[in-house]
């Protein structure tokens, strides 16, 4: 079967614009499936873009986020740590941090990936002691809060939903040293990584 190539439009996000394609197969849903890689030209989106991947029925990025540069923090505040990790958002910017046709995804879709991978060691980059089979290459870049300390760069994950806990906190999954991602709670001024889910 012969692979389908789909153009995602450049999206623009606070004046700035980032590209994503995706080479979408038969083989998409084999673990291992994992998308080349590029660098974005943005200096304001200073992440390396990945391919998308399909995981069951969903398609994530194979990257963090790092849209939305007048919003994203970098760890440290080292712009080096957004171009390994991706930006570092508080709930509401996280809102905002995907492109056109993608989304925070919710408790329940991450839900959705835990279950579907069963080991999710298989998920965590094998840059940072995982096996990476699908291609998902998820980063321990640490979190941050509104004082402007961070902690658990190269140790912990910590990526954003987009399900309110109550006023003030939200829902997140936290990649540990076991390689569980387990889920948590916490204040929506916390930052976190953000992965988008494809709508």
């Known amino acids: 079967m012969k692979s389908k190539l789909t153009k995602f439009a450049q999206v623009a996000a606070l004046g700035f614009a980032l590209a994503f394609t995706f080479n979408c197969s038969s083989d998409d849903n084999k673990e291992g499936g994992g998308g080349s890689s590029s660098s974005s030209g943005d200096d304001n989106s200073l992440v390396e873009v990945r391919e998308p991947v399909k995981i069951g029925i969903q398609t994530w990025m194979s990257s963090n986020s790092d849209l939305n ?3 994203r923090r970098c760890y440290g505040d080292e712009a080096t740590n ?3 990790f991706g930006g570092l958002y508080n709930w509401e910017a996280a809102k905002t941090a995907c492109p056109s046709g993608w989304h925070l995804p919710s ?3 991450w839900q959705e990936l835990i279950d579907y991978v069963l080991v999710p060691a298989k998920l965590r980059s094998s840059n940072f002691g995982g096996t990476d089979n699908w291609g998902f ?3 321990p870049g640490g979190y941050g809060n509104s004082a402007g300390e961070y902690s658990d760069i190269s140790k912990y994950g910590y990526w954003w939903s ?3 806990y109550n006023s ?3 829902y997140y999954r936290r990649m ?4 569980e991602f387990d889920e948590h709670y916490g204040e929506k001024s916390n930052l976190y990584s953000v992965r988008c889910v494809k709508d």
């Open 137 to 139: 290459s998820a980063l």
């Open 82 to 84: 957004c171009k390994t």
């Open 107 to 109: 408790k329940d879709e």
């Open 162 to 164: 987009s399900s309110e």
């Open 176 to 179: 540990d040293n076991n390689n």
């Open 69 to 71: 540069a007048t919003f």
């Open 168 to 170: 003030d906190s939200a």
